[in-house]
């Protein structure tokens, strides 16, 4: 059964700092890897996908990383801005099955 | 190109109701998963339809349908309401099992 688990939960920095969000898995035989914002009482909006034949991924100030024969990804964000707090969110989809499985995601707060 | 779209953005019920909430997925989308996000939980996923049919489901019970339509959208019909159905209902679209794009949701109150 796959599991998805975000460290840290909660994580509070001042602006400019680049910051590393880490996301891990149980089951490395997945399809995809996603990463996700919530913005508190939002949908999601998606960041970043990685297909399972990938490293990683580049959006602007964000990458992620994947390594699933260690069952981990990073989210790393650089030059962090007040606008970046929300909650991140990773989700994986398992091979042979058609489900997203979430982890309980970090809440970022980035202080001006 | 409009995004996925839900309706309605919040509502009301009370306990034994029954409430029918409703998603268009992304343009060229064929795939609709809905997932139930809790308050300081991740989504939870319910089900998935593909081609008008339930493709995989979660641990949720029958009081929890849905169906799909010739045009992709779809319903979600929870069943005898609880207290513990009060949530962020959440529907997303994808291309198989392709990349998820997310409605706002729907709040559910259940009294």
């Known amino acids: 059964k796959q599991e998805v688990t975000q460290i840290p939960a909660a994580l509070s920095v001042p602006e400019g700092e680049n910051l590393v969000l880490n996301c891990s898995f149980t089951?490395?035989?997945?399809?995809?890897l996603q990463w996700f914002r919530q913005d508190p009482g939002k949908g999601l909006t998606s960041l970043l996908l990685?297909?399972?034949?990938?490293r990683e991924q580049t959006s602007g100030r964000l990458n992620a990383s994947l390594d699933k024969s260690s069952g981990r990804s990073t989210l790393y964000i650089a030059a962090s801005q007040p606008g970046d707090s929300a909650t991140y969110l990773c989700?994986?989809?398992?091979?042979?099955?058609?489900?997203?499985?979430f982890g309980t995601g970090t809440r970022l707060k980035v202080l001006a | 190109d409009a995004g996925v779209t839900q309706s309605p953005t919040h509502l009301i019920k009370t306990r034994g109701q029954q409430v029918t909430l409703r998603c268009s997925p992304k343009s060229g989308h064929d795939t609709v998963s809905w997932y139930q996000q809790a308050l300081g939980q991740g989504p939870q996923f319910i089900f998935q339809?593909?081609?008008?049919?339930?493709?995989q489901r979660g641990n949720f019970p029958d009081r929890f349908s849905g169906h799909q339509f010739p045009n992709y959208s779809s319903e979600l019909n929870v069943n005898a309401l609880l207290l513990g159905d009060s949530a962020l209902y959440l529907c997303?679209?994808?291309?198989?099992?392709?990349?998820?794009?997310f409605g706002e949701g729907s709040r559910l109150t259940v009294l």
């Open positions: 997303a679209s994808s291309l198989m099992a392709g990349e998820l794009f």
């Open positions: 990685i297909q399972s034949s990938q």
């Open positions: 989700a994986v989809i398992t091979s042979g099955t058609y489900k997203y499985i």
């Open positions: 339809y593909y081609e008008e049919e339930e493709r």
């Open positions: 089951d490395s035989a997945i399809y995809n």
